[in-house]
Structure formats: structure tokens, C-alpha cells
């Protein structure tokens, strides 16, 4: 049983039945996401379950959400959950975090070659071999994995060892202005034996981005070979850090409508139906830390610092790195 955080600001001691999960040390960062097994922690069966956390505001040279002179600052500098709180189930293995990259034989679009990346966890004492499965349509790909006990791994599927993740005439993942973002399905399946011990569905881009300087040393990029000229604005979210999906989606619409095709965000992550619909309406973003506040002030870091910013940028990196 895992009990995940997708971001809690700034610190917390967090239990679960009067157990403690973690504490304030080792939960600061509105940035970070947490997963902790509670396999013991939990009531089994149709008991009642409480979750408690002891919430702590953020410092002024905490590495924090910053609206700088975006917004006047929360009062409360923004304290308490931000986005989901959620319980998964799974056997021994999870399956988390996949990725899909893609290259092309430019300038020639006819075949994708797929390279897919998950990261499996043996949340277990003991060895655990099993098979990571997966499919993309009717395309489908397994591999053995054996993890020592508690162990964590990437596993890697090549196109070259798997060729059947050499795609003809791939549907592809195009900014708007370019042509139809297209999104296929990625499926993985960890199975023990007979047994599922965990899956994950997820959409993906079939796209390739490159980008090189010019002649004036400019940055020049491309989506699939063509260059594209980046027009974007800054976007914040509310104030207060309330999620409307409704709202969302009819900003998106301005945007297309402004004829932009990127989103710039600074120091201020939106939650992950903001990224799904940055896949579905073609656009790109621009994500980052926020200047002009800690962020910006890595020579002023106290030691507890920089692991908090190591943690937040592999958090954000592993959330955001299966879109488009």
C-alpha cells in the first residue's frame, strides 16, 4: 500500500493511525513528490483509516512557490497540500515514471524509433524476478527483471534489441501550428508468475525536438525536422493554488487563440491535467525555477538546501518527462 503526496508546502511530520509516516527533516519542498509505503501502517479490511500532517509555512529563503511581482503573496505563502493525495495497491513491484523518446532518420518521417524507459522498485525484503510487459497498441514488448530486495531500477527497451518499437508511418506529435498533436497509449504491466503485480497507463508523443545555434548564436529549434519559432507568454496559476479543469482548458483556448504556441512558467508547476491538455492542444512550456527569489541564490543555500533542489528538479524531471 503507497500513500503519494504530489506536493506539500513546505514541511510536514505526516501519520498514518497514529503512526509517523515521515517527519518535517525529511518532507520539505512544494516541488517534491512523495511515495511511502504503508503496507503496515494501514487497517485492513473495511476499518476506518486516518491521515493526519502537521503542516509548517514556508521561510522567506525556503526554496518555495514565488510569485515575486506576479501576484501579491498568500498571507500564508501558500501552506498546506497542493494537488493530490491518493492510495495505489500493488504486489511486490510498482511500476513508475516511463518515458518514451523518439528518433527520427530525418528528414524522413516514415519510421519512429521508440526507446521506452520505466522504473521499477521491489518494495520487498526478498529477491523478486519478474516480467516488465508492454504495449502500445498492437505493438507489444516484455523483458525479465530481477531486482534484489528493495532495489529500484530503470528498465530500458532499444529499438534495436526490440525492433518492433521501429514504428512505420508513426502518427505524430506536432505543435499546433505545425500540424495535429497526436498521442498514442502506452500500457506496462509488472507480473510476478501468473500474477500482475502492478500496471500503469499513460499517452504519449511520437516526436523528436532538436535545436542548434545559428549563425548570430541564436537557439534555433525544430519539432520533427522543421523549424519552429517559439511565441510564448508567462502563465501563473491561481493565486492560492485552487485547480479548476473547467478554467484550464478555456485558457489553453486563449492561447491558441493569441496564435501562441508555447506556455512559459516560472517557479510555479500546475498539476498534471495542465500537462495533458499542453499534449492535446499542441502546445509547448516552458518550465522553470523562479528568478529573483532563493531560487535564483544557490550561493546562499544552507547545506539542507541543495538536497531539496536536487530532489525537486528529479521530481518534476521524472513527472514531466513522458509528455510531449
Request: charged share 20%; proline share 6%; net charge negative.
Amino acid at each position: 500500500v503507497w500513500l503519494h503526496f504530489d506536493g506539500i508546502n513546505y514541511r510536514a511530520n505526516i501519520w498514518l493511525n497514529g503512526k509517523q509516516v515521515a517527519a518535517a527533516g525529511q518532507v520539505a519542498g512544494p516541488f517534491r513528490q512523495y511515495e511511502f509505503d504503508v503496507t503496515d501502517q494501514v487497517n485492513p479490511g473495511t476499518q476506518a483509516n486516518a491521515l493526519a500532517l502537521e503542516l509548517f509555512r514556508p521561510q522567506p529563503d525556503d526554496l518555495a512557490i514565488s510569485f515575486v511581482d506576479w501576484n501579491p503573496p498568500p498571507p500564508d505563502g501558500n501552506m498546506g497540500l497542493l494537488n493530490d493525495v491518493s492510495i495505489a495497491l500493488s504486489g511486490p513491484v510498482t511500476v513508475r515514471h516511463p518515458l518514451v523518446s523518439t528518433r527520427f532518420d530525418l528528414p524522413s518521417l516514415d519510421v519512429a524509433h521508440l526507446t521506452v524507459v520505466a522504473e521499477v522498485r521491489n518494495g520487498t525484503d526478498g529477491e523478486v524476478t519478474g516480467t516488465l510487459q508492454g504495449s502500445i497498441g498492437e505493438v507489444a514488448f516484455a523483458q525479465e527483471v530481477h531486482l534484489a530486495a528493495r532495489e529500484t531500477r530503470a528498465v530500458t527497451f532499444d529499438p534495436q534489441a526490440y525492433p518492433q518499437l521501429n514504428l512505420a508511418h508513426p502518427r505524430v506529435w506536432w505543435p499546433w501550428q505545425l500540424g495535429t498533436p497526436q498521442l498514442y497509449d502506452l500500457e506496462l504491466r509488472f507480473a510476478v508468475g501468473a500474477e500482475i503485480s502492478d500496471r500503469l497507463t499513460t499517452r504519449f508523443g511520437v516526436r523528436q525536438i532538436t535545436a542548434e545555434l545559428d549563425a548570430s548564436s541564436r537557439i534555433a529549434f525544430q519539432v520533427n525536422g522543421r523549424r519552429i519559432l517559439i511565441r510564448g507568454a508567462a502563465w501563473t496559476p491561481d493565486m492560492f493554488q485552487r485547480r479548476s479543469p473547467e478554467r484550464q482548458e478555456a485558457e489553453f483556448r486563449y492561447v491558441r487563440d493569441m496564435n501562441l504556441n508555447a506556455i512559459r512558467l516560472e517557479g510555479k508547476f500546475e498539476d498534471d491535467h495542465f500537462f495533458d491538455l499542453a499534449d492535446a492542444y499542441g502546445i509547448l512550456v516552458l518550465e522553470g525555477w523562479c528568478c529573483c527569489d532563493a531560487w535564483q541564490r544557490p550561493h546562499e543555500w544552507s547545506e539542507e538546501q541543495f538536497p531539496v533542489a536536487y530532489e525537486s528538479l528529479r521530481s518534476q524531471i521524472l513527472r514531466l518527462r513522458i509528455h510531449p
